[in-house]
């Protein structure tokens, strides 16, 4: 087949980030594959599209214009005539809808998160059948797809959007006189629930000035929350560090030796799946995937969502026991390491491509 695939942008993180892999697997199956994305946000995603051939095209450049990119849509599906579209994310997902009912197109549709705003969701649920088949990243979202937008079972299927990739490097357990380092990677948006964060890390230092001082937190990543975050870091005076954007991941996890995710709502969280597999205990809000991949005191801790005390007592928990924390994030790794293979990955991929082709083959008769 040829498919077209839609993103609403080639940013760094999120769904743009394993593209190359569901792409590769694709085309592992015999299918041309095109990547159409509304916006380049911050292009962060475009030396890894090209280091892996795969062709793009940018339509938009995300200012409020909705029309020019419809139309630059359609004409490229005109001229390529593909057999399939894949949408990945809201607005991409409503275009490759309404292109493919005018030019008769099937669409396949990701749904990434167990979380929709109410426009947005209020908008799927109105359009969910102008696509042929969904695609979750995890079981947690299928729950809230088949909730939330009135999505039937047999319409969706799961294709977990992380990879464990055998060559990441492992983390070391903590030797002082060193910090005992905390990270996380991810957009600085409420969502990540940082704020939490930084508050307990303020409620540590009240109750144990001492183990405080042996912590450093650091944060990956940018995005509309910056400046409120580095504000609320400064009037806590704790150790809580914003280093902005991480080109590699895999060298800032492998220099931790505990990762924190206090979000709020997620789909898979890749980033928490990521500091799992190099060997990190992590401590996380048990929200999306996160709460059936974490093993509460086996291979990493969860605290409530918003739950700042939890969070303090957890992080103290570690940071006071390196022996456990290296303990619980070896019993990660072969956790993730097993569930979410290559092997897995792509027989996910290629299980579901021949699902729609039996889809695309019925409608035809």
């Not at 931790?256 to 997620?266: G, K």
């Not at 190099?278 to 709460?291: D, R, Y």
């Not at 739950?307 to 928990?317: N, P």
Request: some cysteine.
């Amino acid at each position: 087949m040829k498919i077209a695939y839609l993103i609403n942008g080639l940013d760094g993180g999120g769904a743009a980030l394993p593209v190359p892999d569901v792409c590769k697997t694709m085309q592992g199956c015999g299918h041309d594959v095109h990547i159409i994305a509304f916006m380049p946000k911050d292009g962060r995603a475009i030396p890894k599209l090209e280091a892996a051939n795969l062709p793009f095209t940018i339509i938009g450049d995300g200012r409020s214009d909705y029309i020019k990119p419809a139309l630059r849509l359609l004409k490229i599906l005109r001229n390529t005539k593909p057999d399939l579209l894949w949408t990945s994310l809201t607005r991409a997902t409503l275009y490759g809808q309404i292109a493919g009912a005018l030019l008769r197109i099937p669409v396949v549709s990701w749904q990434h998160n167990a979380f929709l705003k109410p426009a947005n969701r209020a908008l799927l649920s109105a359009t969910k059948n102008l696509s042929l088949h969904w695609v979750a990243d995890s079981e947690n979202v299928v729950q809230f797809a088949t909730a939330a937008l009135g999505l039937k079972r047999n319409d969706l299927d799961i294709w977990p959007l992380f990879m464990a990739n055998p060559k990441q490097p492992i983390a070391q357990a903590w030797h002082p006189p060193g910090p005992f380092r905390i990270g996380s990677l991810g957009r600085l948006h409420r969502n990540k629930g940082y704020d939490v964060l930084i508050e307990a890390m303020a409620r540590l230092r009240a109750r144990t000035p001492a183990l405080a001082d042996k912590i450093r937190v650091e944060i990956a990543g940018v995005g509309p929350e910056d400046d409120a975050l580095a504000a609320q870091a400064a009037r806590a005076k704790n150790d809580v560090h914003f280093i902005g954007f991480c080109d590699d991941p895999n060298a800032f996890l492998a220099g931790l030796h505990a990762y924190v995710q206090p979000s709020r709502n997620e789909g898979l969280c890749i980033a928490a799946h990521e500091a799992m597999h190099a060997g990190l205990p992590v401590i996380a809000s048990p929200v999306g995937e996160i709460s059936n991949s974490i093993v509460d005191g086996e291979t990493g801790l969860l605290a409530p969502i918003g739950d700042a005390a939890k969070l303090a007592e957890h992080i103290a928990q570690l940071a006071s026991n390196p022996a456990r924390a290296a303990q619980m994030g070896s019993a990660a790794h072969t956790r993730i390491a097993e569930r979410f293979s290559v092997q897995r990955f792509e027989n996910s991929g290629r299980d579901i491509l021949k699902t729609i082709e039996r889809k695309m083959a019925a409608r035809k008769r």
